[in-house]
């Protein structure tokens, strides 16, 4: 059978393109598996995951867990509002603790960057990062990569645009890793002010004009804007942003191109995308979140193969 290169799922910036070919072509396994009248399979029969959610997810949650049932796995949930974290207890004791409980295999979402990072190294259990602060959202990342490569063939030499609030984003350093490892030109796109300095070190192209960056694009990534990571603000108004950054038809009409419209959601209706855009044949918005789940159910067959060979029987 072939292996990740890795034990856990930290980042796609630690994976390699034979990783994401892995990945990509399990998913697809899988997702003819739940496109079947009977969705499951009994690959992780014999195995435990907890789904530790330490900030809020709609999306990621539900997706990680219909892929852990899928897959015919136990299943317990955690949410850090209900939990003893807030008496104090420490992350590590926490996860510690779930552990004693059997658990294989931790999904952790949590507001820190690096937290999957630091609890891989301090538990012995595999762990899955479903999103840690600004830094990284890899299964985010393979999914849309997944979602893309459906409907462009290959990503070799294609241009796609990250639009938004890039400077807030581990949706955007994820899929910056995952395009280009894909062959694919990554630009980014976003008031100056939303844009990291350190974004030009990605190996990555920076327009501060939208249609400018648009003309030249296949697809393009709608991100929102992420206020509840700002302690300042970083533009004069929400007004002026959806005038210069927001994707409406009429600057589609205007594009007269192809182009493929991905957002990762949660959208903000009328900010950076409008209805009429979010609901048009060119957005593949839902597409990404079906996807979702074959991709996660992949991501954790293949880690369980590898980090709990007796348990995890073949698909
Ligand atoms: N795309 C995404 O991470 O959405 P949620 O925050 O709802 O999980």
Redesign the pocket.
């Known amino acids: 059978m072939r292996k990740l290169s890795v034990h856990h799922l930290l980042g796609i910036k630690a994976l390699q393109e034979e990783d994401l070919q892995l990945i990509f072509e399990t998913a697809q396994q899988f997702k003819e598996v739940i496109n079947r009248p009977i969705k499951k399979v009994p690959s992780l029969r014999d195995v435990t995951i907890a789904n530790m959610f330490f ?9 990680f867990e219909l892929a852990e049932k899928r897959l015919s796995a136990d299943v317990v949930n955690f949410s850090a509002a209900q939990s003893s974290v807030k008496k104090g207890e420490t992350l590590v004791d926490t996860v510690n603790n779930i552990l004693a409980m059997k658990v294989d295999l931790v999904v952790i ?1 949590h507001p820190h960057p690096g937290a999957a990072q630091f609890l891989s190294e301090r538990v012995s259990a595999c762990i899955i990062n ?2 840690d602060g600004t830094h990284e ?1 890899p299964t ?1 990342a393979l999914l849309d990569a997944f979602s893309l490569e459906e409907k462009l063939g290959t990503l070799q030499g294609k241009k796609i645009t990250i639009v938004g609030d890039i400077r807030h984003s581990r ?1 955007a350093l994820s899929n910056i890793f995952a395009l280009q490892l894909m062959g694919a030109e990554v630009s980014l796109c976003g008031p100056p002010s939303l844009i990291p300095k350190y974004a030009t070190t990605l190996g990555v192209t920076v327009e501060t004009d939208l249609m400018t960056a648009l003309k030249s694009s296949d697809a393009v990534n709608m991100l929102r804007v992420q206020h509840e990571r700002m302690d300042v603000s970083y533009f004069p108004s929400t007004r002026e942003y959806a005038l210069q950054y927001g994707l409406t038809l009429d600057k589609l009409e205007v594009l007269n191109k192809e182009l493929i419209i991905l957002h ?3 959208i903000n209706r009328g900010v950076e995308i409008t209805s009429e855009v979010a609901d048009s044949e060119q957005a593949i918005i839902l597409d990404q979140v079906e996807n ?1 789940v074959a991709i996660r159910m992949a991501v954790i067959y293949l880690l369980a193969a590898q980090y709990l060979p007796t348990q995890a029987q073949s698909a």
């Open positions: 900030e809020n997810s709609t999306r990621t949650k539900l997706s979402r479903a999103g959202h985010q949706v990762p959601g949660p979702g």
